[in-house]
């Protein structure tokens, strides 16, 4: 599956996530989309978009199962994404 056609797969997800900053959805939308191409597979694939203050990541997948696991997969990837932002922010104001 070409990340192309990630929205015209027979099962696709949007996740939005919006954040307080817009800086702090910089930081988490280009920490995550170096990984758009990287962990596709021939089953699933994913976008990765940015917004103002909210990042989009869009799975698309040729069946539930690979939708479940790009899905899980994609959520931990912003969680430490996330975490990492928030450290750093905090060490800066330290």
Sequence with gaps: MVESSVDDAPHHLSLQFEYDT????????????????EIDDARSAATVDRDGRTVEVR???AD???LRA??????RLLDVA?????????????
Aim: charged share 30%; glycine share 10%.
């Design 82 to 94: 996330e975490t990492v932002a928030a450290g750093a922010e905090t060490a800066r104001r330290t």
């Design 70 to 75: 790009g899905t899980n997969t994609w959520i």
């Design 64 to 66: 539930l199962v690979a």
């Design 22 to 37: 817009e800086r702090r959805a910089r930081t988490v939308e280009r920490s995550v989309r170096v990984e758009v191409g």
């Design 59 to 61: 799975i698309g997948a």
